[in-house]
């Protein structure tokens, strides 16, 4: 069974950092590209940033470039996401998930909380 746990997420002030983890399992995980996502209050869910699988970082929102880092550790079956610089329009619960998955959509997991205020 796919499964993802995202973890690392929490309030910060604005221009702080954080660096969110996600454990992946059920699948092949070095072989497919994985992405983190995020969904704001009354907002439809947006990529973030993706990266293959062999650990190159394919695409990030222009929202986040320069700010947030996308990297995986394929013997942990882990990606992370580093976002510094922070800002209020970065709060959002942020998930992880493998849009190389067939029906990639039904495996959402819980996501995690991440407040950006003062």
């Known amino acids: 069974q796919v499964q993802f746990v995202e973890s690392g997420g929490g309030l910060v002030q604005p221009g702080g950092s954080l660096r969110l983890s996600c454990a992946a399992s059920?699948?092949?995980?070095?072989?497919?590209?994985m992405g983190w996502y995020r969904q704001a209050p009354g907002k439809d869910r947006e990529v973030v940033a993706i990266i293959t699988g062999f650990d190159v970082p394919m695409n990030y929102a222009d929202s986040v470039k320069g700010r947030f880092t996308i990297s995986r550790d394929n013997a942990e079956k882990r990606v992370f996401l580093q976002m510094n610089s922070l800002k209020p329009e970065d709060t959002a619960v942020y998930y992880c998930?493998?849009?190389?998955?067939?029906?990639?959509?039904?495996?959402w997991g819980q996501g995690t909380q991440v407040t950006v205020s003062s």
């Open positions: 059920g699948f092949t995980f070095s072989t497919y590209a």
């Open positions: 998930n493998s849009p190389g998955i067939s029906g990639y959509k039904s495996f």
